[in-house]
């Protein structure tokens, strides 16, 4: 797919004016790869985070959730590989000094800054170092962590040992991961600091491939069925073995077309039993799993499925991008699925100077809210501008009180308009009903 950078260009500036992303510490000139997340950008990416919630942990028995400590022993990740693996290609330019990815240019040789000769490439570990405690040496140092994945593995003795699970099962966590980007860019897409949803699945080896198809399957179905992406824009794509991560013996990467291009979305990988055995050998304690039925012990291995949620949050705003033409004027909206909206509907009186259409209407924005917390009441300029902004963050339903609520139509008493994001169109809906009607066109 090309790239449409004036669409890039449309969402960034969407999402600043309407509260989605800011720039991190942006009054002090911004810190390169860090964003803030607005009102509506964490509304979006809770709804995001709980649908995968709802899939992965609490629709299944055989998944269980951790919220580790981002600050691990560093003995965590010399086990793991990353001290010495977590490596990305860097080149500098003798001219300007400016640092690229290698594998990210075309020219090896050229600065695509300045034009100027570039270095031989060296290996650039991406951990974040730090300190833990008063003293400054060796034995203080940790990292911030770079993935999830690895709070998981240390627990895996914490789970067989509380909950017992039968294998297969699976370890689910939400969490903050940071990574040292030589070139963090592309708004939300490339970051330093960054958020990962991601499943350590254990399996007996000889079953890793089912397991693997099964949850390629569930990945797929997360971004078509409850976040509403387009199909068409969804690419699994094989990961050769020199471009897979050093634990991976088998990787499927699923790509979507972003305005940036067709680029990783999230991934899968076949960890084998690389992590457990390697804790194992460096901690001393024993992280292999004993089958009863069998009467076989084993360390078991792994399938890994995991998931960006920054990058999710832009593929979902992306893919709900759209523009038409309304009274001649050119209307932006995002046709968010209503399951994914940051919120969900809002509730207008027709009039801000008449008490009784306010006192009414808020009655409706009371009890809706009970039932739907993420609903907006909105009574600034006219319903016109009105619709415009709430099109704007993706509301699905527009609310109206109007004067025929009040019964100046007697046969519309205690109706109001809902108006639909998409099409325009309006329904007269009966108050009673309203909370109802809104939660069944959530759920679809
Ligand atoms: N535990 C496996 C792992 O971390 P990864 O492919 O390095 O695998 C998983 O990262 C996902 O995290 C990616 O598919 C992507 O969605 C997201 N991700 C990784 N690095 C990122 C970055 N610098 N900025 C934004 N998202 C990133």
């Avoid at 040292?180 to 699945?201: K, S, T």
């Avoid at 009467?295 to 995991?306: A, C, G, L, N, Y």
Wanted: net charge negative; proline share 4%; with cysteine.
């Amino acid at each position: 797919m090309a790239t449409n950078e004036g669409l890039m260009e449309k969402i960034v500036s969407l999402c600043k004016r309407r509260g989605f992303v800011y720039q991190g510490s942006e009054i002090y000139g911004g810190l390169a790869g860090t964003w803030d997340y607005g009102p509506l950008g964490v509304a979006l990416k809770k709804n995001i985070e709980n649908l995968w919630w709802k899939r992965f942990v609490l629709d299944r028995e055989d998944v269980y959730g951790v919220d580790a400590a981002i600050l691990m022993n560093q003995e965590v990740w010399k086990a793991s590989g990353h001290v010495g693996g977590f490596n990305d290609p860097m080149v500098e330019c003798q001219k300007c000094k400016h640092r690229f990815r290698e594998d990210h240019l075309e020219d090896k040789e050229k600065c695509p800054d300045c034009g100027g000769k570039l270095g031989a490439a060296r290996q650039f570990n991406m951990m974040f170092k730090t300190q833990i405690g008063a003293m400054e040496d060796e034995t203080s140092v940790s990292y911030l962590r770079p993935e999830t994945a690895q709070g998981i593995f240390v627990n895996f003795k914490n789970i067989l040992d509380t909950f017992h699970p039968k294998l297969p099962f699976g370890i689910a966590q939400i969490g903050k991961a940071f990574r040292n980007e030589i070139a963090p860019r592309d708004f939300i897409f490339r970051v330093r600091e960054l958020e990962q949803m991601e499943i350590e699945y254990f399996v007996r080896e000889s079953e890793w491939k089912k397991h693997f198809d099964y949850f390629l399957d569930q990945q797929t179905a997360f971004l078509e069925q409850d976040l509403g992406l387009t199909k068409s824009k969804i690419h699994p794509v094989d990961v050769p073995a020199e471009d897979r991560a050093h634990y991976s013996k088998h990787s499927i990467d699923t790509e979507f077309d972003f305005p940036i291009g067709q680029k990783e979305l999230l991934g899968l990988a076949y960890r084998t039993d690389y992590d457990l055995g390697a804790h194992t050998k460096a901690s001393g304690t024993d992280l292999s799993y004993y089958d009863e039925e069998a009467k076989e012990r084993f360390v078991p291995h792994v399938i890994e499925p995991t998931f960006g949620v920054g990058r999710l949050l832009l593929a979902v705003l992306s893919d709900a991008y759209a523009e038409d033409e309304q009274n001649g004027e050119t209307r932006v909206f995002l046709k968010f699925k209503p399951s994914v909206a940051p919120v969900k509907a809002a509730v207008f009186p027709l009039l801000k100077n008449k008490p009784e259409l306010v006192a009414y209407a808020r009655e409706v924005y009371q009890n809706l809210k009970r039932d739907i917390p993420q609903i907006m009441w909105d009574d600034n300029g006219n319903v016109g501008k009105r619709y415009r902004r709430q099109d704007e963050i993706g509301t699905p339903f527009c609310i109206t009180i109007d004067f025929d609520t009040l019964g100046e139509t007697p046969e519309m008493k205690d109706t109001v308009t809902v108006r639909d994001r998409d099409t325009g169109e309006q329904e007269r809906v009966v108050v009673a009903e309203l909370s109802s009607y809104v939660q069944r066109k959530i759920a679809g």
